[in-house]
Every structure is written in structure tokens, then in C-alpha cells.
């Protein structure tokens, strides 16, 4: 990737983090990336052209933690993967249910409306089935998603650990009493 | 001619001949615990011997391979192949080095991820493109403090 690629990329993920979660037209992200850029900004074509690509997208979720993508009604949608450092923050989103769960990512909360079963999948627990309550996303949110419900997981885990009791005090006495000794060998009387 | 030649007969898809099992097991449980044969008395009815069980702790601590040996109706003889303690993976603030935190500066290619240190504020890294990328540096580079 260029310089000037990289730094839209870094303006990307500026604009993402703004939004969190943004469901539009191609046009409007654009606008929205050229106007943090300002005057270093590339033209809306060359940006819109360098959006689109797979590369670019590929690139933005795996090292950027920007989701990009095209949904089934020719809308774009802008994410923001980046997850809460909190955990008590992470808990409750997990807890936080949309309006309807079924067509609602459980990430971005966008609402897929009729194509849930074309453009969301079912979150998976460690044996494959489905978790209750049932949730779905993006293939490309699962990854933030899975990586904050295993951030909570963890810290449930670590929080439930018996923790171990305090050993007691240790009393030294200062000054110990030297041992008594016996009477030890015969001794010569002293003349 | 040489007697220790493989015959075809003697030569079976493995598919055909075992079963691999992918095994759940619960968190906390020791390693020594899933050797045991009672720990397998309900399903060890369903093994067949040199049968191979892939067993996954439920919180993603542990990954063991087991062969078994012999098995049957309410015992299995096993043997460890593989026993590895998986890595955790550092995700929240709380599993940070001390003194350290992650922050997000700005947009421009320099700015983005940072580690900084608390105590007096220096930026050990800056510009990381990802909140991974930034972890990683900072495990590398933390200062004990």
C-alpha cells in the first residue's frame, strides 16, 4: 500500500470510529472520509474506486478495524470493530438487546430487515450450537463480537476463581528464650 | 524376499476403519482428570480402539490429544498424544501490564493506536493501525515498572 493509501485508511478508521455504526450510500462515506482528510484529501472518484476494491475492504477489517462492506440493497455499511477496553462496558453491550434481535447485527445493531438469512449469521458457541438467547451478525462483525464475548467469559471466569485465604500472621518472638540444656557430662567437683 | 512388507489387505482408509471425536471438556477440569478411564465410563461404549479424541476446554485454557487403547462398556485405556496449555489472549485494560494503557490519538498515520505509559506519560509507540497491533508491541516493550 502507498503512503497516501495508508493515511486514507487511517482517516477510515477515524471516520468508523465516529460513526460506530453507519448504513449508507458509498457516496456519503466518501464525502464524510474527504471532509476529515481536508485538503489532502484525494478526489471522490480515485476514494470511492479505492473503496470498493475486495483488497482494500480485506485490509480495513483485518489490520484497520474498519468494517466496509456492500449490502443486498446496493447500500454501503461503515463499522467500527474496535472493542470496548472495559469489561464492565463489554457486559453490558452483550446484555443490550435491539429492537428485534433476529434481523438486528449483534455488533452493529443494523437492521438487515428481509435478508437476515442472506447477509447475517448465527453466533456459534465452542460446540456449534446456536447461543440463547439467539443472536446474528456479520460475517464481518463476528470477530469483535466473538473477541468481547470471550473478553467477558474470561474475566467471569477469573472472578469466580476461589480466591485463596490470606495466610495467618507469623508471631517471632523478639528475643526467644534460649533452650534449656541438661545437666550434661559429669563434671570434678571444684576443690 | 523380505517377510515386513505392507500387504494391501493390511492397508485400510482410516476413515473406514476409526473414529475421531471432538470432546468438550468443562473448565477447570485437570488434565490428569480426562485420562482417567471412569471420566469416559458413559461414551467409552461408542469408542473403538486406536479411535483418536480431540478434547477442548469449555474456556479455551487447554487443547489434549488422546488415543485410545483398548475401550469398551464403561472403561477406555488412554494414551496422551498431544497436551498443550493454549495461550490467553490479553484483551481487556485489566490484563494490561500495570502502568500501561492504550489509547487512540487521532486519525493521521502516526497517530491512531498508542501505548503509553502512565506514570509519566510517554508514548512508548505510536501510529498501530489496531488495537492487536499496539497489545502486541506493548507485551513486547512494557517497562517492568
Keep these: ?3 497516501e493509501e495508508r493515511r486514507t485508511c487511517a482517516f477510515a478508521q477515524h471516520t468508523a470510529r ?6 449508507g450510500t458509498l457516496d456519503k462515506i466518501v464525502e464524510s472520509i474527504r471532509y476529515c482528510m481536508g485538503e489532502s484529501a484525494p478526489d471522490a472518484d480515485t476514494l470511492s474506486t479505492f473503496l470498493r476494491k475486495e483488497s482494500t475492504q480485506l485490509i480495513l477489517a483485518g489490520e484497520y478495524e474498519v468494517g466496509l462492506w456492500r449490502n443486498i440493497d446496493k447500500s454501503y455499511s461503515l463499522v467500527s470493530l474496535a472493542i470496548p477496553i472495559d469489561v464492565n462496558i463489554a457486559r453490558r453491550r452483550l446484555s443490550h438487546f ?3 434481535p433476529s434481523s438486528m447485527c449483534a455488533w452493529c445493531y443494523q437492521d438487515s430487515k428481509g435478508f437476515s438469512a442472506l447477509e447475517l449469521r448465527p453466533v456459534l458457541n465452542l460446540k456449534r450450537e446456536i447461543i440463547q438467547p439467539p443472536r446474528y451478525c456479520h460475517p464481518v462483525c463476528m470477530r469483535p463480537l466473538m473477541a468481547m464475548r470471550y473478553m467477558v467469559e474470561r474475566a467471569d471466569l477469573e472472578a469466580a476463581k476461589p480466591k485463596p485465604e490470606p495466610a495467618p500472621p507469623v ?3 523478639i528475643l526467644a528464650a534460649p533452650p534449656k540444656r541438661g545437666p550434661g557430662r559429669p563434671r570434678k567437683a571444684q576443690p | 524376499m523380505s517377510k515386513n512388507a505392507l500387504l494391501r489387505s ?3 482408509l482410516r476413515e473406514h476403519a476409526n ?3 471432538r470432546i468438550i471438556v468443562d473448565a477447570g477440569t485437570p488434565p490428569e482428570r480426562v485420562c482417567d478411564s471412569e471420566y469416559h465410563a458413559t461414551v467409552a461404549g461408542d469408542y473403538l480402539p486406536f479411535d483418536k479424541l480431540f478434547l477442548i476446554w469449555a474456556d479455551s485454557s487447554r487443547y ?5 487403547l483398548a475401550c469398551g462398556k464403561g472403561y477406555a485405556r488412554l494414551e496422551v498424544l498431544l497436551d498443550k496449555a493454549l495461550p490467553a489472549i490479553v ?4 490484563g494490561l501490564p500495570p502502568n500501561h494503557e492504550i489509547v487512540h490519538l487521532g486519525p493521521d498515520v502516526d497517530q491512531m493506536y498508542a501505548v503509553r505509559r502512565m506514570s509519566d506519560g510517554v508514548f512508548l509507540g505510536k501510529g498501530f493501525t489496531s488495537r492487536e497491533a499496539a497489545l502486541d508491541h506493548l507485551l513486547a516493550h512494557a517497562s517492568l515498572a
Excluded at chain 1, 18 to 23: D, P, T
Excluded at chain 2, 64 to 68: F, N, P, R, T
Design chain 1, 1 to 3: 500500500m502507498t503512503p
Design chain 2, 91 to 94: 484483551v481487556s485494560q485489566q
Design chain 2, 10 to 12: 493390511n492397508c485400510k
Design chain 1, 18 to 23: 465516529h460513526y460506530v455504526s453507519y448504513r
Design chain 1, 98 to 100: 435491539p429492537d428485534n
Design chain 2, 64 to 68: 489434549m490429544e488422546l488415543l485410545v
Design chain 2, 19 to 21: 473414529n475421531e471425536w
Design chain 1, 171 to 173: 508471631t517471632v518472638p
